[in-house]
C-alpha cells in the first residue's frame, strides 16, 4: 500500500467512524503489537500496601448538590483534556479535581464526566448564530475519565455569564458524572464573587463555588481551580 492510499483508508475509516461507529475501523493487516517494555523505569507506584491512593480530598463529605442539565448538554463529545480550540480567546483555566465515593470514602476510578460550557463571551456553540458547528463537532464541551486516583484535569477558559429566561445566569460549568454503581450526577460549577450568583434560583442555592488562583508561567498566567466530586450510591439516590 503507498502512502497515499494509506491517508485515504485512514480518512474513509475516520469518516466512517464518525457516521457509524467504532464498528468500522479495522486494524491493517499487516499491524504488529507494539513490543511491550520489561522495565518500569522507576515509575513510582503511588497506592500504599492496602492498595489505597495517599491522597486527600478536598470536598466535604456529602454528595455534591446537583443542578439543572441545561439546554445545551450534546452527548457523545470527545474524549479529550481541552475544552477549548487551541488559542482561544477568554482567560485561561485549569481545573483539576478527584472524584469520590460517599460510601467508601475512596477515589472514584474510571468513571466518565461530561463537562461543557459557553464560551468567553457567554455563547455556547450552537447559540453563535455566525459560526454555527457542524453536526459531529463539539465546540467547548468534553468527556474526561478519571484515573487510578479518581484524577481528572482539563484546560478551558473561563466562561462568562448569559442572559436566560429574563435574568442573567453566573458563569458556570457544567458538569455530568457517571460511574457504575453511582447515581449519575448532573451538576455545575460557579465562580466565587460572581454578581449574578445571589440573583439566579439555581447558583444561590449551589455550595459549588471555585476560586481560581492566579499561576504565573514565563509566556502569560492561567487559573488554576481544584473541584472535587462525591458521588451517592445510585440506591440513595434514585438515579443511575
Ligand atoms: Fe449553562
Redesign the pocket.
Same mark, same amino acid.
Given at each position: 500500500m503507498t502512502d497515499l492510499n494509506r491517508r485515504d483508508v485512514l480518512c474513509q475509516g475516520l469518516a466512517g467512524l464518525a457516521a457509524a461507529g467504532s464498528g468500522s475501523l479495522l486494524l491493517a493487516e499487516e499491524a504488529a503489537p507494539t513490543n511491550a517494555t520489561p522495565d518500569l523505569h522507576n515509575y513510582q507506584d503511588f497506592l500504599d500496601k492496602k492498595g489505597i491512593p495517599q491522597i486527600a480530598p478536598a470536598a466535604v463529605w456529602k454528595p455534591t448538590h446537583p443542578d439543572i442539565l441545561?439546554p445545551?448538554h450534546v452527548p457523545g463529545s470527545p474524549f479529550r483534556g481541552k475544552v477549548t480550540a487551541p488559542l482561544a480567546e477568554g482567560a485561561t483555566l485549569v481545573v483539576r479535581g478527584r472524584l469520590w465515593g460517599f460510601d467508601t470514602k475512596k477515589p472514584v476510578r474510571n468513571a466518565v464526566l461530561d463537562v461543557w460550557q459557553?464560551d468567553h463571551k457567554g455563547r455556547y456553540d450552537m447559540t453563535n448564530p455566525r459560526q454555527p458547528p457542524k453536526w459531529h463537532e463539539f465546540q467547548n464541551r468534553i468527556r474526561l475519565v478519571t484515573d487510578e486516583t479518581g484524577y481528572y484535569e482539563y484546560e478551558t477558559i473561563r466562561p462568562a455569564a448569559y442572559r436566560a429566561g429574563g435574568g442573567v445566569?453566573p458563569a %458556570?460549568i %457544567?458538569y455530568m458524572v457517571q460511574a457504575p454503581g453511582y447515581g449519575r450526577l448532573i451538576t455545575q460549577l460557579y465562580f466565587k464573587g460572581d454578581p449574578y450568583l445571589a440573583r439566579d434560583r439555581w447558583a444561590r442555592e449551589s455550595n459549588l463555588l471555585i476560586a481560581p488562583r492566579e499561576k504565573k508561567v514565563p509566556k502569560g498566567k492561567y487559573q488554576l481551580a481544584t473541584f472535587d466530586i462525591v458521588l451517592a450510591r445510585a440506591e440513595q439516590t434514585g438515579r443511575n
Open positions: 441545561g445545551f459557553a445566569r %458556570h %457544567h
